[in-house]
T-cell receptor
Framework: EAGVTQSPTHLIKTRGQQATLRCSPI?????VYWYQQALGLGLQFLLW???????NRGNFPPRFSGRQFPNYSSELNVNALELEDSALYLC????????FGYGYTFGSGTRLTVV | SQQGEEDPQALSIQEGENATMNCSYK?????LQWYRQNSGRGLVHLIL?????REKHSGRLRVTLDTSKKSSSLLITASRAADTASYFC???????????FGTGTQLKVEL
């Protein structure tokens, strides 16, 4: 069974540009989550998509946006890039929501560097 | 903001020794999970313990949960060099499905 795949692995952008990161969840998983892991800041929750809808959003500015496609894959867009957006962006997927929850399966991440 | 905090921040032990990491959290939870991360790569889910459970085992891993103290511990027995990684606790609380991660413990297992 294929795991969560993220592309690209590395991305270098110039300040002010836009970045698009992609994620394909495990087959059968409808929920996709995005996290930012910047140096010294730990894992910060960005976005949660389920069944094509944005279900929850972390404390990030509107220039961080995304969407989930009918096949449950997801895209994270970061507009007007700033130097502090440099981080490892992790995507995870899980089975449908529930009170007891399920463990997440993470991809290997996209390392975004803004210069 | 971080829901959980791990203690210690860093731990260095010899191969064969046991490693214990602790996690404290702030609000009532539905479940608590532990993840491992190797060298800035993706996280690997290790174990999930629900709020009505007190202890859980998986191979060399033992997790305890004390909801009255809002704390959990992860014990890795007979550690190996391959266990060298960062370990994070994560909590699921309230409505929705958002996992909130702690600050992590960096474990180094030396030969």
């Amino acid at each position: 069974e294929a795991g969560v795949t993220q592309s690209p692995t590395h991305l270098i952008k110039t300040r002010g540009q836009q970045a698009t990161l992609r994620c394909s969840p495990i087959s059968g998983h409808t929920s996709v989550y995005w996290y930012q892991q910047a140096l010294g800041l730990g894992l910060q929750f960005l976005l949660w998509y389920d069944e094509g809808e944005e279900r929850n959003r972390g404390n990030f500015p509107p220039r961080f946006s995304g969407r989930q496609f009918p096949n449950y894959s997801s895209e994270l867009n970061v507009n007007a890039l700033e130097l502090e957006d440099s981080a490892l962006y992790l995507c995870a997927s899980s089975l449908a929501t529930g009170t007891f929850g399920y463990g997440y399966t993470f991809g290997s991440g996209t390392r975004l560097t803004v210069v | 903001s971080q829901q959980g905090e791990e203690d210690p921040q860093a731990l260095s032990i010899q191969e064969g020794e046991n490693a214990t990491m602790n996690c404290s959290y702030k609000t009532s939870i539905n479940n608590l999970q532990w993840y491992r991360q190797n060298s800035g790569r993706g996280l690997v889910h290790l174990i999930l313990i629900r709020s009505n459970e007190r202890e859980k085992h998986s191979g060399r891993l033992r997790v305890t949960l004390d909801t009255s103290k809002k704390s959990s511990s992860l014990l890795i027995t007979a550690s190996r060099a391959a266990d060298t990684a960062s370990y994070f606790c994560a909590t699921l609380y309230g409505g929705g499905n958002k996992l909130t991660f702690g600050t992590g413990t960096q474990l180094k297992v030396e030969l």
